[in-house]
């Protein structure tokens, strides 16, 4: 094979045919289909653990503390400066 082959030969390869562009049409279709899926199961899980954050955020607000004894707050206290104070 020359030179003269070969050119003919890669420009034959280089030239795209209605096989190729059915083909990466119907790559760039299942691509795009799977992008798609993939952003819609993310969104899913974002929007999933938003509104499970949201909950557990508003459970824990609106929920009152728990009321501690004066003794609690007096023993807190003392541990925290000691005795003698």
């Given at each position: 094979m020359n030179d003269h082959d070969l050119d003919t030969l890669f420009a034959q390869a280089r030239t795209p045919t209605p096989t190729d562009e059915g083909a990466a049409g119907r790559f760039?279709?299942?691509?795009?289909?799977?992008?798609?899926?993939?952003r819609?199961?993310?969104?899913?899980?974002?929007?999933?653990?938003?509104?499970?954050?949201?909950?557990?955020?508003?459970?824990?607000?609106?929920?009152?503390?728990?009321e501690l004894p004066a003794s609690a707050?007096?023993?807190?206290?003392?541990?925290?400066?000691?005795d003698g104070w």
């Open positions: 760039l279709s299942g691509h795009r289909q799977r992008r798609t899926r993939q819609n199961i993310r969104a899913g899980w974002i929007s999933t653990l938003l509104a499970s954050a949201a909950a557990v955020t508003g459970l824990t607000v609106l929920r009152p503390a728990p707050a007096y023993g807190v206290y003392q541990s925290a400066w000691g």
